[in-house]
């Protein structure tokens, strides 16, 4: 689970486009990654870029999140995750202490986290661009452990290792691409992620 919090390392709603502005109504703060979250999330993204029955929508940001951890294999996310999700214009910040890891990210993250305090806080901080026609890019781009980002060279070795084990990932363990219509965008906005059709 990891890559669960690491993409942490780590998106609906009801169909109606006031449910959905009524979610990221107050812009600005951490929101909650909810194992309900994948399915509202996904309603949005099918409605939006499969079925086409919504020219566009808005996805809270922690909906958003538990779906990208489905996505790398994270579907039984425990009902009392703590990690949180900010979302601002540039990057996905998934945080957290190391206490309230689950076992097996815990596990998945020991050369990161051994030798640190349960209470140590964790950052992910994932970057969004368009890959093309058809695909948008969600890359890591660092984790930081109380504030200081892990060096370059040791995060490189970690995030391979990882990449191995989650095949939805690229070799590098950074990088998870999801596919889109022709035409159709994603982009991030402050505390969601706004899909809009093709």
Do not use: K, W
């Amino acid at each position: 689970m990891l890559t669960r919090p690491i993409c942490l390392t780590l998106m609906s709603l009801t169909l109606a486009a006031g449910t959905a502005a009524a979610q990221t109504d107050s812009a600005a703060g951490p929101r909650r990654i909810a194992p309900e979250g994948v399915y509202r999330a996904s309603a949005l993204v099918d409605s939006v870029f499969i079925d086409r029955l919504l020219p566009r929508a808005v996805v809270d940001g922690g909906d958003f999140a538990a779906y990208l951890m489905a996505r790398l294999g994270a579907r039984d996310l425990p009902p009392d995750f703590a990690f949180t999700v900010e979302i601002d214009t540039a990057l996905i910040r998934i945080a957290g202490r190391i206490a309230d890891l689950p076992p097996e990210a815990r596990t998945a993250l020991s050369q990161l986290v051994l030798l640190v305090p349960p209470d140590t806080r964790l950052e992910a901080q994932i970057e969004l661009a368009q890959a093309g026609r058809e695909a948008v890019r969600f890359h890591l781009r660092t984790i930081t452990v109380q504030g200081v980002p892990i060096p370059e060279t040791f995060l490189i070795a970690v995030m391979a290792e990882i990449g191995r084990q989650y095949p939805a990932l690229t070799a590098t363990g950074r990088d998870l691409y999801v596919q889109m219509p022709p035409g159709a965008t994603m982009a991030l906005i402050p505390g969601a992620v706004a899909l809009n059709g093709p």
